[in-house]
């Protein structure tokens, strides 16, 4: 191998014992665990809110958007379950550069992975413990789940992952939602194959391990919209494309029939203020087709202190690094206005 091995690092189970979840925040996170598989199953008529900056680059800016999650939350509770985003391994679209808090817990410093672990556990932890929220994070990194996998309450699978047999496979031992998003090139069968097989049992090797899953019924769909082969991008949020989608899942056997659709990315061109108008447009949708109603299940909604997104090298406070993000004053008016329209 070309490569040059710089340290050794520790277990999840060694970083687990450094920073500890007490049997308090264990048993908020189990609340919520059950919150959100409740809206998944059907069981709850509420409306499942991912939301969050785009990528998490620094402690003190997202633990404050956090915060301010808090009471809009209870403002909402009878309508709306908000699971906060912080996603920690969120690279630049191109991969190069920047790839996350895990890498660069300092992103206008070198990566370094050792302080990263640290950084994203610490990250998690505080938000579970002063907010009582466990969050929501990407596996972009199967292997790396388990330094996480008692402050999580939900996971998803990003467009390029979604086809790769590892994250379906450890999807499919999580025991807790998993959402799978349709890949970047917008082929659904891609999607429901991988929400099929995180729905079943296997058998694989896992951080030098022979284990064996027990299949997630909590595994579902992500509509994030498509881009063709000119470098268009297509939304997949219209009446029909739900409606597409719910006669897909009716034709398979999965459990627990679920979609959230991601309000940014391709469904709104990249385009951070359209976020609003998609996000109403979808629950609009649900009110024609009972078929649609009971398949959509929540909203992803990219949102951070600030409007936009930041230049590389520029370090402003609550600014999104990598994907444009609605500011915080338009977030707390959309989230109300959901609220009212569920």
């Known amino acids: ?52 900056p785009c990528s998490a680059d620094r402690q003190d800016a997202v633990i404050e958007y956090i915060f301010r999650l808090r009471p809009l939350q209870e403002q909402v509770k009878d309508k709306i379950v908000i699971v906060p985003r912080i996603y920690t391994n969120k690279p630049r679209t191109t991969g190069d550069g920047y790839k996350g808090m895990l890498h660069q817990p300092d992103p206008l410093n070198h990566p370094d992975l050792f302080k990263g672990l640290v950084s994203i556990r610490k990250l998690h932890l505080k938000a579970l413990l002063d907010t009582g929220f466990s969050c929501a994070d990407e596996m972009l990194y199967p292997e790396n789940h388990l330094f996480l996998s008692d402050l999580l309450s939900y996971v998803a699978v990003g467009a390029r992952s979604v086809e790769n047999q590892q994250h379906r496979l450890v999807a499919s031992g999580l025991n807790i939602p998993v959402g799978m998003k349709n890949p970047t090139g917008g082929d659904l069968s891609v999607m429901m194959n991988s929400i099929r ?71 709104s061109g990249k ?19 009972d078929a649609v109603r009971a398949l959509v299940k929540g909203l992803m909604i990219e949102s951070y202190l600030e409007d936009g997104c930041q230049k590389e090298g520029e370090m402003v406070y609550g600014k999104s690094i990598t994907d444009p993000c609605l500011g915080w004053e338009k977030t707390e008016r959309l989230v109300l206005e959901l609220a009212e329209l569920r």
């Open 197 to 267: 097989a995180a729905q079943h049992s296997h058998s694989f090797i896992y951080r030098n391990w022979d284990v064996t899953s027990a299949g997630n019924p909590y595994a579902h769909a992500i509509l994030r919209g498509f881009v063709d082969d000119h470098g268009t991008s297509h939304p997949n949020y219209h009446y029909e494309d739900l409606k597409h989608l719910a006669d897909l899942y009716a034709a398979g056997t999965f459990s627990n029939p679920a979609v959230l659709v991601d309000c940014n990315h391709s469904n």
């Open 271 to 289: 385009n951070f203020l359209e976020q609003g108008r998609i996000a109403k447009e979808v629950l609009h949708s649900t009110r024609h087709c």
């Open 1 to 52: 191998m070309n490569v040059k091995f710089n340290r050794e690092l520790f277990s999840p189970q060694e970083l687990k014992k450094m920073y500890p979840v007490t049997p308090e925040a264990a048993a908020m996170k189990a609340a919520n665990d059950e919150a959100v598989k409740d809206i998944l199953s059907g069981r709850s008529d509420k409306l499942l809110l991912v939301i969050g």
